[in-house]
Every structure is written in structure tokens, then in C-alpha cells.
């Protein structure tokens, strides 16, 4: 069945989700298409599809979903994708990058952690001070479960300044795999920087490849992003 759901955006009326513009123009329609890893409670239950309409913005480029699913239907209350079993040939890569750009500051949060692999993997080359932000209960617990405290929630202003007055500042603020999931990307234009003390670094990347599409954004104490 389509979904019956009202869509929390829709980007044909509220303009590019970079840079707001209107000029959007469709690229695929691929109709209505399931959730992906969203399994049915049984055989006979119904399918709920939502459509799938890419949009790309002739004035930046940016491609995009027109209508995003909202995120409390897509992420929160299922989740059968964990970072312990995707293969990820960049992680490596990753590790080694984000250690050279923190240098000998230490405290990473990460936005999107998921089952915590990434940051057990950084506990284990040193980083001591860990916190992570995760919508998904069972991958929440999941984080919990390997020693770390994790926010089981989704990323907002207000959250990100509870998140400094309690564990911050940080060496980094990092997103894996995530940027491109989020509907208001703005929020990655004010949090991070306000969050760390020096080095902000995202990276948004093609999961099952050995090479990795990285944005690293660095900034010095007193400035703001």
C-alpha cells in the first residue's frame, strides 16, 4: 500500500535542501518503493511504499529526494543495517585521516554512530573521551553496550548545545554515512563548529568501496562556522 502518511518535506515547494534555491528539476522517478531492511511482521501483511522522486537543483547541483521520508518512520523504531557486519574497505582510511587531523586532541563525538564500532575503534588507538548520537533504539543499545554514552535522539540545535555543556568541547565532530540522509542539512553549518575545539570532520562515503567521497572542515579556537 502507498503510505498514508503527510511527507515532512517536500522539496518542489521549499526549494533545494542546499542552497534553497527553486530551480529543481526532476532527475529518475522510480514511483513508490519500499523501506530498505524494513522486514514484515508476517507474509500476509501489507507492504507501505513511499515515493521516490530524485530532484537536482540546476543552480548547485545538489541532488536530492523530493519528498524525504519523515525520519521518525524511516530510522527510529527499526533498524537491520549495523556497522559491525556492512563492509567498509575505507574504515581504515578514515581512522587514519581523522587521527591526523585531531593531532593530540582528544574527544571525538560522532553524529550517526550507529552500533559504535567506529568509535570502539577509536577508543582502541587512544581517544579517550567518546560520545555518540543515535536515533535507533537497538542500535543505541547496541553503542551503550560497548562502554560508550550515546544520545538516543536525532540532531537538533538544542540537542547539540546540551551535548557541549555536558561532554564538550571535542577534538572532532564526526559523521559517517549520514549527511546525506538528513533533511536539514543546515544543521551541519552551525553545530560541529561550535562543538569542537579546532578540527570538524565529516565524511559521507560509498559503503562498499575502498575509496571515500571525505569533506574535512577545519577551524581555529574563537571562530565561528
Request: with cysteine; net charge negative.
Amino acid at each position: 500500500m502507498s503510505h498514508d502518511h503527510p511527507m515532512q518535506t517536500n522539496r518542489s515547494e521549499s526549494g533545494c535542501a542546499l542552497c534553497g534555491s527553486r530551480s529543481l528539476e526532476t532527475l529518475i522517478d522510480f514511483g513508490h518503493m519500499p523501506i530498505a531492511h524494513r522486514f514484515l511482521d508476517t507474509p500476509e501483511a501489507a507492504e507501505e511504499t513511499f515515493p521516490l522522486t530524485i530532484f537536482y537543483c540546476t543552480d548547485c547541483g545538489f541532488g536530492q529526494i523530493n519528498e524525504p521520508i519523515d525520519p521518525e518512520i524511516l530510522y527510529r523504531e527499526y533498524n537491520h543495517c549495523f556497522t559491525s557486519w556492512k563492509p567498509e574497505p575505507h574504515r581504515a582510511h578514515q581512522l587514519e585521516r581523522l587521527g591526523r587531523a585531531m593531532g593530540q586532541k582528544q574527544g571525538v563525538f560522532e553524529i550517526g554512530c550507529n552500533d559504535g564500532l567506529f568509535m570502539e575503534m577509536l577508543r582502541d588507538r587512544g581517544v579517550d573521551h567518546l560520545i555518540g548520537l543515535e536515533p535507533n533504539r537497538v542500535a543505541a543499545s547496541q553503542a551503550r553496550e560497548r562502554g560508550f554514552t550515546v544520545y538516543e535522539d536525532f540532531l537538533t540545535a538544542d540537542l547539540g548545545k546540551k551535548v557541549r555543556e555536558e561532554h564538550g568541547p571535542f577534538g572532532a565532530v564526526v559523521s559517517r554515512q549520514v549527511l546525506e540522509h538528513v533533511i536539514d542539512v543546515s544543521l551541519f553549518s552551525v553545530f560541529p563548529g561550535k562543538s569542537s575545539k579546532r578540527t570538524v570532520f565529516f565524511s559521507s562515503m560509498f559503503p562498499t568501496s575502498n575509496r571515500s567521497c571525505d569533506l574535512e572542515i577545519r577551524h581555529s579556537p574563537g571562530r565561528s562556522m
